[in-house]
């Protein structure tokens, strides 16, 4: 365990289930094993989380090397700073995304050295035999990353997987343009089906294929299912164990131990749930984590959110949207047109309600939904100073938010459908670090502003009262 | 627009201090003025509508201020000043805006333009990452989709010929910046990189047929110039994105050299590639919006074996016009949180070392104050480059 003693380390984090403490070892392993899978001859590509591959990279026996989440394991470990120093010495702005700048970082010295830079974390980021880039509506640096990396490893090939989504439009309807839209994706990851099968030298096995979608759908339902326990009051499990519990769910999709996860984790909870045990027994706020990356190196502070007897019980950052059979995939025995379908209908999920409310826009009736589900009491966010994809809109939104939850008495129509008064009022927080550089943050200043938040929740709370 | 020749560049120097000012006469006189950001919005199919288009610019002399009380400081600059001009209402004659899929800053932030300003009409174009057939067929269907929105807010089919005859307004407009840039190859140029700027810059607040009508009255005016206002100097290319304020150049030039040439997107990204007249009108604007106009956030497969060989597919159009304007250096001007760009940048330099070509790389944050900052940076680099 020499590793986890170097400076700057900390110890472990507390959690609140036994599936989120289960996650650190499981990330090891799993970076290890990209580096004995390398030793063994097999096949690795560099490869981004969400880009509705993963069942395919598996069915293809093609070991995923997830390097967004090799820099987050960097940044956790909080030895990201090497790397990024690395990257900003070739020429790379320290303004850029620092998940890619610590990648490029890493790789420009493993190539240097032609072997793992010194004391790499759980043992470096093997080689890759190709990088699958994705080009999607959202995250620049996915679609330039692995081209930059390519100047330090030019024999590593790239596909780059289109993977575009309507944005919300007034006088456009999905349905208006669904069909090329699949057309273009599926047409896209045949097209990686084709590279992979180029690269590997061997055929795709379709029922394969279609076993693991079928796999991943199962796995995505479950997901969605056990979260949903998170409703209870205590709530048995918050936002910070869910940054750690993303792992099987972006990182194993398509495979039975991800899935497996997943069905220990859904008993704990309600287990859980049945002792009555929450993050923290007295909930005196019930937070929504609205949007943002955290700070991987500083994880603890949803620890210092819940000693001020604050808990998340839902986030939209690493969340299934709603179970596949909501999305309205049409039936279809191709596993492709599959992930197509699964791909626009997690995109476009909420745009029917946002039709239905005037002014209003996907991703804040998201908020909504959770706000309302989940009885919420506040919203905070996090603004990652590198990152523009996750990290843009969510002012907006929560000034969009403050239209509909006004500090003011509200007249609305209850349940048995009359009228009463409420005050709705939601204070909400915006953060401000970065995912990997902990140069960007302030332990003390951070505190103090959530400090200064749970104030105000008091205050609310004071005045919901009167 | 019937000045004397010697009006012309008081003309443009007003379009460009008062930028907007025709777009808004139009709006009063009746018309409907559409607003767009970047160079993938196809024009010519706003244009086609019977409305008009305007390029949305920044300024570098104004505080970004309004604007961030709903957009994160974390976006692009340019992208911010944009937003931020715009929700004070400088651009409030607007009746629509349309946004690209150019990258995250824009893309991640058309809900946030879309509410901020109410405007009647908006529309986003998803623009493909990718130049695989698959991709070209993809953004034809998404063009379409865009030319029958904006079809129904104009309450007017767009036709064929409508688009035909767009298309040959906009390349008319390109022969004759590329006119201007001929201007610069004699030693010294008979054109100031400043003035061309912002030529081109006003170039694009006005219907095609007037910049068209504009740009012809400028190059009379320059052709008949005997004297170059500059002294001979070093000849600089600036390679980069948007630069639509001219105080960039400006200091460039002011600090002791040319500014003969360039891979701006006011500038040879966006002016010099024509469009294809032959054959469907929209497979036409989808292969030079998507492939002919040479921007990083488009990805270009690797071609060869080697770096060398990747970068030449790439870079290729910087060592041509370095050598068709026969470049002293480049200056590679990115702005900060530009991703497209920023990934780019060692392999920029590096192209541009393999050819011998001396380069300075300047990260500027799209503000007069910092540009100011740049100077001290930029002598050096002449000084060297001798």
Redo the contacts between chains.
Sequence with gaps: MAEEQKKGERKKRRTATEAASSIGPMVKESIGGTIRAKQEGKKLAYSFIVCSYDEIIRAMDVVPVWTENYAGVCGAKRDAERFLERAES????R???TY?LCGLGFDQWREELGEMPPDAPWGGQARPDMML?S???????R???Y??A??YM??V??Y?V?L?Y???????EVA??AD??I??IV??LR?LVIFLEKQTGKKMDWDRLSELVDLGEKTWNLIWETYELRRAVPTPMGTGDAMNTMVPMVFMLGTQEGYDFYVGLNKELKEKIARKEGVIQDEKYRLLWGGGLPSWFALTDFNYFNSKGAVFPVETTYRMIEPIYKLNIPETNDPIERLAWRWLGYWTYWYDKAKKRP?S?P?VERLIQYIEDYKIDGVVMH???????W??????QL??LKKIYKPIPILILGKDEKKKVEKRELPSLILESDIIDISSYSEVDTRNRIDAFIETLESVAKNKGT | MNEQNSDILSKVERYYQEYGLRARELKNEGNKVIAYLCSLVPAEIITAAGLVPFRIRGDVHEPITKGD????T???PFVRSCFDLSVKGRYDFCDGLIIP?A???M??????WK??LGLPY???I?V???L?Q??M??FK??LN?FRK?VG?YAGKDISDDDLAEAIHLYNENRDKAKALYELRKSDPPLITGTELSKILTVGMSLPIAESNELFDVVLEELRQRKESPLQKAPRIMVDGACVDNVDFIKLVEDSGANVVVDTLCIGTRDYWPHTDVRGDPVDALAHRYLDKINC??T?R??VG???QE?AESRFGDIGSLSKEFRVDGVILY?Y??C??F??????R??YLDSLKMPVL?L?DEYSAGTIGRLRTRIQAFFEMIG
Excluded: M
């Excluded at chain 1, 070739?90 to 702005?93: A, E, T």
């Excluded at chain 1, 080009?135 to 640096?141: A, K, T, Y």
């Excluded at chain 1, 309507?166 to 456009?172: G, M, Q």
């Design positions: 070739l020429g790379f702005s303004s850029l995304c890619a880039s080009g999607q509506i959202l995250c620049d640096p679609n330039k990353w081209q930059a390519q100047q030019p024999d090939p790239i780059d289109a575009p309507p944005l919300y439009e007034d006088d456009i208006d343009v090329y839209y057309k273009y047409e896209e097209g002014g826009e991703d603004e990652a100073f590198s990152c523009r994809t990290h843009l809109g969510l002012i907006w000034n969009q | 009380t709903n957009l994160e974390i976006a692009c899929h990258c995250d800053s893309a991640r932030t058309y809900s946030t509410y901020s908006s529309h986003f998803n493909p990452h990718t695989r698959s991709s067929e993809f269907a998404e989709t929105s129904r990083p956030r990805y497969e690797k074996d080697t770096f990747d990115i900060k949180y991703d497209p920023g990934f780019e940048v060692p392999a330099k590096a790389y990260e």
